[in-house]
């Protein structure tokens, strides 16, 4: 089903499980990834302002995960304002109807879960929502409300890939060798584990860039400690 597609090809991995499908939202079914606006979302609920509370019950399949393994829950886009609770426990919160986030489950996941997204949407004007309004007319569009984009998990080694860019063109095309048209960003849980794999990849010429989760005091003292290995450091 369409539904059930990896959405992001670029990284896909095997222990990909999807979220989408049916969920309740303020107790009526909606078919997630769908906004509730849209005929496809399938919801005969109330398209009223106010809090949007999504809930969706979920076993990972036996297996999933090895013992070692994270377990990353991603979410493509949630407008706009939104708090995720796996198991009754707070998770994360997020700001932004645009951009997508993931959060490390692995601590609050169990054989049965419920996950709640509560997401708030009244168009404020502080943040950016283009040309949506609440009654559509002329060159303002219908609104989109709540969970708009995928919603997966996958399980990742303590190391892991977890954002991609390669720039290219005719010239870089043709130097396929040349790894500094590369940028990676590299998460860990494990900061000694990730200094060997920055250090690593930094000398075959790839430009990393630490992940924010990874700690302020490991980022302070060590990472300034590798400028004078690397000729130019990113």
Known sequence: KYSFVYPRPRLKRSSFFSLNGKWLLNGDLIEVPFPREAKLS???GD???????????FSLP??????????ILHFGAV???CEVYLNEELICEHIGGYDDFEVDITKYIKEE????VICTDDLDINLPYGKQTNKSKGM????????????????VPKIYVKHIDINATKEKIQQMDNLKDVSMVIASSEPKEYLGSYMAACRSGMKLSVDPQIAEEFKN????TLENDIADPE
């Open 113 to 116: 879960n419920t996950l709640k």
């Open 47 to 57: 398209l009223k302002t106010g809090d949007l509370v999504y809930e969706k019950n």
């Open 221 to 224: 003292k060590i990472m300034p």
């Open 42 to 44: 399938e919801y005969k």
């Open 62 to 71: 036996e297996k999933f995960a090895k013992f070692t393994d994270m377990i």
């Open 140 to 155: 303002w569009y219908t609104r989109v409300s709540g969970i708009w984009q995928s919603v997966w998990i996958e399980a």
């Open 79 to 81: 407008d706009q304002l």
